[in-house]
C-alpha cells in the first residue's frame, strides 16, 4: 500500500487521526490566561467532538500496542508516581495503572475524561485517577512523578518545548519521560505538504506538528533529559512512530 492510500486508510480508522468536523474557534481576549484558557478549549473542542468514535475505533497495530505496553511496564515499579499526559479515553492508563503506586492521567479534552472514567467505573483500578488537564501548560504540583508518559500526544501539541518542558517539570530527578510519537515528517511529502492541510481545512484533522525522530529527539535533549532508548514497535510495514525513552538527569 503506498504511503498516501495508507495515510488516507489510517485517517479513516486509527484514533490518531479521527474523523471530525470543524471547530469554532473562540476569539482570545486581551489577557494572557482568557487566551490561554480560549486556545486549551478549541483544542478540546475539537477531540471532544470525536472522543465516542475514538472510543469505539479499534487499535490497528494491536500486536505493536502491545509490545509497547510490555515495554512500558517493565521500565515502572511498584512505588512509582506517574502522570500521563494526552491519555483519550484511558485505555492505556488502565493498563498500565497496575503495576504503579499511583498515576495521574491527563487530557485537555473532557469528553475524553468522561469516557475514562466511565471506564474505569467498569473496571475499578484503585491507583489510577484521571482528570482533565493541557499539556501545553505546567502540570504545577500534581505529581513529581517517576515517569511521565504520553503516547500518541507530542505531534498534537501547539508547542512541543512548551509540552516538554512542563513534563520535565513534572519529573524528579532520575524519572523517566516515555513517548511514543507519530513522525509526520517520515511519511510521504504528499502528506504532511497537501493531504493534510486539506484535512485541516475541511475540519477532518486536528492541528499537527511535522518532525521526524531525529527532531523529536533534539527536542527532548534541549529540555535537559538524556535519551536511554529509541525503539520501533510497529508490526504492519513502516512504522512512523518513535518509541522514547528519556531520563531526567539526577
Ligand atoms: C491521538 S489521541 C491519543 C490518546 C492516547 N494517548 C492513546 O495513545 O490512545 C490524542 C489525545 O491527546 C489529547 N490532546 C491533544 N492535545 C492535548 C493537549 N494539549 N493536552 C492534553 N491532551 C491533549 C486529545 O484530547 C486526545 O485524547
Redesign the pocket.
Known amino acids: 500500500m503506498d504511503s498516501i492510500r495508507w495515510f488516507a486508510t489510517t485517517i479513516y480508522t486509527d484514533?490518531?487521526f479521527p474523523m471530525t468536523s470543524p471547530s469554532i474557534a473562540p476569539r482570545p481576549t486581551a489577557s494572557p490566561d482568557t487566551a490561554s484558557r480560549a486556545s486549551?478549549a478549541r483544542?478540546?473542542a475539537f477531540?471532544d467532538r470525536v472522543?465516542r468514535k475514538?472510543a469505539a475505533d479499534p487499535i490497528t497495530d494491536m500486536a505493536g500496542y502491545e509490545a509497547t505496553l510490555r515495554r512500558a511496564q517493565a521500565l515502572l515499579a511498584p512505588d512509582d508516581e506517574v502522570l500521563?499526559?494526552?491519555?483519550?479515553?484511558g485505555?492505556?492508563a488502565l493498563r498500565l495503572a497496575p503495576f504503579t503506586r499511583r498515576m495521574l492521567a491527563?487530557?485537555?479534552?473532557a469528553s475524553?475524561i468522561t469516557i475514562a472514567r466511565e471506564k474505569l467505573a467498569a473496571r475499578p483500578v484503585p491507583q489510577l485517577r484521571f482528570e482533565v488537564?493541557?499539556?501545553?501548560a505546567p502540570v504545577s504540583g500534581l505529581v513529581a512523578g517517576d515517569a511521565v508518559l504520553a503516547?500518541?500526544?507530542l505531534h498534537?501539541?501547539?508547542d512541543l518545548d512548551q509540552?516538554l518542558a512542563a513534563a520535565v517539570q513534572s519529573l524528579r530527578p532520575g524519572g523517566l519521560l516515555i513517548s511514543?510519537t507519530p513522525c509526520i515528517a517520515e511519511m510521504n511529502p504528499l502528506v504532511p505538504r497537501l493531504a493534510l492541510p486539506l484535512m485541516r481545512a475541511i475540519g477532518k484533522a486536528?492541528h499537527v506538528l511535522v518532525f521526524d525522530g531525529n527532531a523529536l529527539q533534539a527536542a527532548i535533549v534541549r529540555q535537559g533529559l538524556e535519551i536511554l532508548a529509541v525503539e520501533r514497535h510497529g508490526t504492519r510495514g513502516k512504522d512512523i512512530r518513535v518509541f522514547i525513552v528519556a531520563r531526567k538527569p539526577a
Open positions: 484514533p490518531v486549551t483544542k478540546a477531540w472522543a475514538y500521563e499526559i494526552g491519555c483519550g479515553t485505555t492505556t491527563t487530557d485537555v479534552s475524553m488537564a493541557d499539556a501545553d503516547f500518541n500526544l498534537l501539541v501547539s509540552t511514543k486536528p
